[in-house]
């Protein structure tokens, strides 16, 4: 996969949506607490701090999964944010205690400014993208023939 910024494209794929998450309250509501669903707060967490980057320290992932020093930033006051709420309710709490803890509002406070910086980095490696010739999905140009001309 091609991408200007990062090394590990495909782990950013699970960083951005698992920052919007944790931006989100009705995601977490409608999402987190259904027992239907197979996504809640530790699997957000896993990805977050355990499998495609580290909220504790983002540093390295510079580079990988994170493009600028902002984000890494943005992504430290996450992990700090959390980790302050894990500390008041416990690691072994149910999403319910994380979501109705009074720290939660600074989590999501944090997650949706880094997932505003992630989501406008991600347009700007678009737009290289597509200034450096590429017009269709990545992947996809020998599958996709060119249109014959005069065709619509």
């Not at 319910?96 to 997650?111: C, Q, R």
Request: include cysteine.
């Amino acid at each position: 996969m091609i991408d200007h910024g990062i090394a590990l494209p495909h782990h950013r794929l699970h960083v951005v949506p698992a920052v919007v998450a944790l931006a989100s309250p009705a995601w977490q509501r409608d999402v987190w607490l259904d027992p239907d669903q197979h996504e809640g707060l530790d699997y957000t967490v896993h990805v977050l701090f355990d499998d495609f980057c580290d909220a504790d320290d983002p540093l390295p992932w510079l580079g990988q999964s994170l493009r600028t020093m902002e984000e890494v930033e943005l992504m430290a006051s996450l992990g700090t944010a959390y980790g302050a709420v894990q500390d008041a309710v416990g690691a072994d709490a149910r999403d319910e205690e994380y979501l109705a803890s009074p720290g939660w509002p600074a989590v999501v406070t944090a997650a949706a400014r880094l997932a505003q910086v992630l989501v406008a980095n991600d347009h700007v490696a678009l737009g290289k993208l597509h200034e450096a010739g590429y017009r269709r999905p990545l992947g996809t140009e020998a599958d996709s023939p060119e249109p014959e001309e005069g065709a619509s």
